[in-house]
């Protein structure tokens, strides 16, 4: 996998991901293709990579970007629900014609293997805990929807092309790089950003709906697994290690790491919010047999230690 394009690559995940390929020794290269509506170029500071800013919609800004590379990693999208309930249209193009574009670009270019991210928010309304991969999905939100649409251009070309393909289902990925200052910002550092600085912490609903957090560390741990093994799938494969966790928990994790006690706030419930979210993990422990994930407390560690160590806005 020695020459590697990271879509979205100046995002929380993608500049994660970035990093830790820099320490692989199979890694020759590592190209990062960002439009920089989400992702921040401070995010890449330091790093030796190559910066090709450019649009997943723009067939010629991928060509560039393609052109020599073994393997691709499409993080590039809008992430968030409530901003797909904002523009809907905005999150359909980036998210499933963006997928489109960038799996049609990697066919003309004879890329290798492709890793594309969907999300845990597809199983929408399915109630089923565990959520294995072959239940039915249903989602409550565009974003959701664009999502679904996106796992599924990729094992259509799969499918169709002959294409190798694997699509991760991420479940709720927070860690160090994950900004809390914008209006669509994640629970966890929305979460760890009030608590450092002895803020009440907004809770949306009562607080008892759950979900199956994952350490972004142990995210970039199964993508290069994935990537020097060329691992591709012929179904969605869930990321994500059940270990389900109710928000009042993780602030009583959190307030342990901090060594306090978390002022709690309580707000509406958000609509399009999945109340439940537990993962099925057997595929992916068959895939990566010897992964083993970062402890949810752990991470929470180290993000609050990033956190502390930052200006109060990201860069």
């Not at 550092?189 to 709906?209: E, K, N, S, Y």
């Not at 020097?228 to 966790?245: C, E, M, S, W």
């Amino acid at each position: 996998m020695s020459r590697i394009l990271i879509t979205g690559g100046a995002g929380f995940i993608g500049s994660n991901l970035a990093r830790s390929a820099l320490l692989d020794s199979t890694v020759k290269e590592v190209t990062v293709f960002d439009d920089l509506s989400i992702g921040l170029l401070g995010n890449l500071e330091g790093l030796d990579v190559e910066f090709i800013e450019g649009s997943v919609l723009d067939p010629g800004a991928l060509d560039r970007a393609m052109a020599g590379r073994d393997a691709v990693v499409h993080l590039a999208a809008l992430p968030s629900v409530p901003r797909s309930l904002d523009d809907p249209v905005a999150s359909h193009h980036a998210n499933a014609t963006g997928t489109l574009m960038v799996l049609d670009a990697a066919r003309r270019h004879d890329v290798g293997h492709i890793l594309v991210a969907s999300s845990s928010s597809v199983y929408g309304m399915n109630p089923a805990l565990p959520k294995p991969e072959l239940t039915w999905t249903r989602p409550m939100s565009p974003y959701a929807a664009s999502k679904l649409a996106s796992e599924a251009y990729a094992l259509a070309y799969q499918a169709s092309f002959g294409l190798p393909t694997l699509a991760f289902r991420f479940f709720n990925v927070f860690g160090p790089g994950q900004r809390h200052d914008h209006a669509y910002a994640a629970v966890i550092p929305r979460f760890v950003h009030a608590a450092l600085h002895r803020q009440p912490v907004l809770v949306h609903g009562d607080g008892t709906q759950s979900r199956d957090f994952t350490y972004v560390g142990t995210v970039c741990q199964v993508i290069l697994d994935a990537l020097r093994r060329k691992v591709h799938h012929p179904h969605p494969v869930n990321l994500a290690f059940g270990a389900r966790v109710n928000l009042l928990q993780v602030l009583d994790e959190l307030a342990e790491v901090l060594g306090r006690p978390i002022e709690r706030q309580f707000g509406p419930s958000r609509t399009g919010d999945v109340p439940h979210s537990l993962a099925d993990n057997s595929t992916l422990r068959e895939l990566f047999p010897d992964l083993a994930p970062v402890d949810r407390c752990q991470g929470l560690r180290i993000t609050a230690e990033w956190m502390a160590g930052r200006p109060s806005r990201d860069r």
